[in-house]
């Protein structure tokens, strides 16, 4: 056999020659009598996979003290150059997150982001996350820059916003391994008596002993 006939198509019979054309249209013609697929978005939420990567997220823990340590791992991860971040050190009277630094300025430029997690990837404190969020259209090219206020999650319920303290008797390394569940009262007095108008106040729970924040 030739290398011709060999890769030639096979001949159709006559019946298979006059329903040809036919065929041709036969995924079209079965999909009519299917159920429509089609999302009516926007007016109705639109469905993402769990693992979808989408708007980014500073995360909190239970106590209320930022994740973010301003290492600016991800800025270097960051194929893109669209993250900037700027740390300041920790005091006594202005602890934003456990440690020595806190993300004092942390920017997003969603107009460069490729949304590829590569700065997930790169969090040692698990600080950064990306979210489900895929609306992310704007008017103008400044709204597209994503400062730390629009970045962070919601405070944990019964947490106290920072800053304050950290738990008693408590390092970085114990916030990491996620032995502080929530906030306790000395930390929840302290904000009473340095910002007694923070609207966290109304809904902080503290844990019912130094104990159980551990």
């Not at 040809?20 to 926007?42: D, K, L, M």
């Not at 302290?190 to 109304?202: A, I, Q």
Request: proline content about 8%; some cysteine; hydrophobic content about 35%.
């Amino acid at each position: 056999m030739s290398d011709e006939a060999r890769y030639a198509p096979d001949q159709k019979g006559a019946i298979g020659s006059i329903f040809a054309p036919v065929a041709g249209y036969g995924v079209t013609i079965s999909s009519f009598f299917r159920p429509t697929v089609t999302e009516q978005y926007p007016r109705e939420p639109a469905r993402v996979m769990p693992r979808f990567h989408g708007r980014h997220q500073l995360n909190i823990y239970p106590d209320g003290l930022e994740k973010c340590i301003g290492c600016e791992l991800c800025a270097w991860a960051c194929p893109a150059d669209a993250i900037l971040v700027e740390a300041a050190s920790n005091t006594p009277d202005h602890q934003m997150s456990p440690g020595e630094r806190y993300g004092r300025v942390y920017q997003i430029n969603y107009l460069r982001c490729i949304f590829c997690g590569f700065c997930i990837e790169a969090c040692p404190t698990r600080a950064l996350t990306m979210t489900n969020d895929f609306e992310l259209s704007d008017y103008t090219r400044l709204d597209e820059i994503y400062d730390k206020d629009r970045l962070l999650a919601p405070l944990p319920e019964g947490a106290v916003a920072a800053p304050h303290p950290m738990v008693e008797g408590m390092n970085d390394g114990d916030y990491y391994r996620g032995e502080v569940t929530g906030p306790t009262q000395a930390q929840i007095d302290w904000v009473r008596e340095h910002r007694p108008e923070d609207p966290s106040l109304k809904t902080a729970k503290a844990t019912t002993d130094e104990g159980d924040a551990k």
